[in-house]
């Protein structure tokens, strides 16, 4: 090695050794003759002193050095003079007296501050990633998830899990995205897609007897990227058979838990055992299938109360069968606060924003005039509004009050700081429909995929009320984020086939598309079913990041593009001609 010790591990012991440090110049700083060198690499900083006296070559050099210079110094270590020691740096206590320093390499100035952590717009993140990455604090985060992965592995290796690849040029493996096509240069023509989940691999691998399946797969989904959403993530991909849902939900819940201890402790665990919630009760309470139980603030129906008011507005909605719904929020806010509010319910396709505000023992609002002074005091009793509280109200379909709703929720919590910083508040969204009506292609979709298993109660429904029906599938989800979510699959061919029947899938199509299942499905299938993992978004969670691309080394950016590689990129016309395909639109 071109070093003796690393900058992150000199203390008081090592006082009096020589030492070789090799690193980055984080900072330097002249003081009436003496030169002081922060050198920094992966494991942390180190406090190098230049004194003329004692080393005038080596010193003139260290006037030359500029930030994020590679350099080697040798020299002895030292105690800090007395007062000047930093409790704040693991080395603190001692700096190193240079003796010499070499340059390993120059550095021209970097498009950003490495060594403060100031804000880096979006595309030089990701332009200069390798600059952006060396941040301590980046460091600090791929090394966590790096820990992730080795825990997770560890711990279904413990648990007899066999970790199997699966290819990436593939055929479509819908999971309700747009596939990502790779053009065949030995079949001109014809196209592989990438996969969006190993899921039909990984039912062919139970097929094949290999019984507890995972894969820290790679996934590909041509979906418009979001904050918390790539074009490519990683899920931690996991497949068991003879199981039944509670078994992959118990062996799930206990390694969450114990990632978080193992990577996370800084947070606690809201509730363990993790709450189960039906997804029926998460869209009535939360307004959300992925709710955050940080807080309260859950959605009140007062339908009741208003349903025979003379506030027609109100009456009427309940009238068609639509919705009346509240939250109570513990604060009384200003007009300006509450036009807000109302902007944003109307942007989420609300008629407007009702309110009720209890203050100083009287009561004002939006709709205070319009209801009666009873029906006003069953809607306070019904939410249990106390003095300073105002009520949020939403009249419309259920759907578009609980989208309404569930998003003012958690606006007003992080507005009001309501939302404990330190908390994961992990659950389970279960018994979700196993369909959902396409409105716009006038046909059902499956909600989870189309091998999920319905539940058996509900299966005499299946031809006749398919939006009843729901599936053996289940999601966790921690802090309002969806982090994975699974089923039990269908194991039997002919419930497969009517499944493809409703999804409108002609059984020539289904065997087109999903023969090589249809087959392994008859030749002694066992019953299976397993989870994927959101993997960015599980370290995400747990390093308390809200942006998913600071967990990945090199993420895209919202606009798909990749800006260290430039990629996507236009090829030559003669590599396209070789596979058979031509641009009708050429980019840029
Ligand atoms: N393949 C599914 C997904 O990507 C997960 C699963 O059902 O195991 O959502």
Request: charged share 25%.
């Amino acid at each position: 090695m071109l070093r003796t010790h690393t900058c992150g591990e000199l203390r008081a012991e090592h006082v009096g050794q020589r030492v070789t440090l090799a690193g980055w110049v984080n900072r330097r700083r002249d003081h009436g003759g003496l030169i002081f060198v922060d050198v920094r690499d992966r494991y942390g900083l180190s406090q190098v002193v230049f004194d003329p006296a004692a080393a005038p070559a080596a010193t003139l050099t260290a006037h030359e050095l500029g930030a994020e210079w590679v350099v080697a110094v040798d020299g002895r270590v030292r105690p800090r003079p007395e007062g000047q020691a930093n409790p704040d740096m693991p080395t603190g206590e001692v700096e190193v007296l240079a003796e010499e320093v070499r340059v390993l390499n120059p550095a021209r100035t970097t498009p950003f501050e490495i060594a403060r952590e100031v804000e880096v717009d979006e595309v030089n993140r990701l332009r200069y990633r390798y600059l952006y990455l060396r941040r301590p604090r980046l460091q600090r985060l791929l090394w966590l998830r790096h820990r992730a992965t080795a825990f997770v592995r560890a711990y279904l290796n413990r648990h007899d899990f066999i970790e199997v690849e699966t290819p990436i040029l593939t055929k479509s493996t819908p999971e309700g995205a747009r596939d990502f096509l790779v053009p065949s240069r030995l079949q001109p023509g014809l196209f592989y897609a990438l996969p969006q989940s190993p899921q039909q691999l990984k039912q062919l691998l139970m097929v094949a007897g290999f019984d507890r399946y995972y894969q820290i797969a790679r996934c590909f989904r041509d979906e418009d990227p979001r904050a918390d959403r790539e074009l490519e993530f990683t899920q931690l991909d996991v497949e068991m058979s003879f199981v039944v849902e509670e078994d992959v939900m118990a062996l799930h819940e206990a390694l969450l838990i114990e990632l978080a201890a193992a990577v996370a402790p800084a947070f606690h665990l809201r509730q363990v055992p993790f709450p189960r919630l039906s997804y029926a009760e998460a869209m009535e309470r939360y307004g959300s299938d992925k709710p955050d139980l940080r807080f309260g603030l859950e959605l009140v129906d007062i339908a009741p109360d208003v349903a025979g008011s003379d506030f027609h507005l109100f009456a009427d909605t309940v009238a068609r069968g639509e919705r009346v719904k509240a939250v109570a929020v513990p604060a009384v806010f200003t007009r300006k606060e509450i036009d807000t509010l109302e902007r944003l319910a109307r942007e989420l396709g609300a008629a407007g924003l009702a309110w009720l505000a209890f203050a100083e023992g009287a009561v004002r609002g939006s709709v205070a005039k319009f209801l009666a002074e009873s029906e006003i005091a069953a809607v306070r009793e019904r939410t249990g509004a106390a003095e300073g509280t105002t009520l949020l109200i939403v009249a419309g379909p259920d759907d578009l009050v609980g989208k309404v709703l569930g998003r003012l929720r958690t606006e007003v919590a992080q507005q009001l700081g309501l939302i404990p910083p330190d908390e994961l508040a992990f659950a389970w969204v279960v018994d979700p429909p196993l369909f959902e009506w396409n409105v716009e292609e006038g046909r059902w979709d499956a909600v989870h995929h189309l091998f999920t298993a319905p539940q058996v109660a509900d299966l005499d429904r299946l031809d006749r009320e398919p939006g009843t029906v729901r599936a053996r599938a289940y999601d966790v989800v921690c802090n309002g984020y969806e982090l994975g979510g699974g089923s039990i699959r269908i194991h039997d061919r002919a419930v497969q086939e009517r499944v493809f029947r409703l999804l409108n899938l002609p059984e020539e199509q289904a065997r087109e598309q999903f023969g090589h299942m249809l087959a392994a499905f008859e030749y002694g299938a066992p019953p299976h079913g397993g989870i994927a993992l959101g993997f960015d978004r599980v370290v995400a969670v747990l390093a308390g990041e809200t942006n998913i691309r600071e967990v990945i080394a090199f993420p895209k950016a919202l606009s798909g593009v990749d800006p260290t590689f430039g990629a996507p990129s236009p090829v030559p016309p003669e590599n396209l001609a070789l596979l058979g395909v031509s641009v009708t639109e050429p980019g840029e």
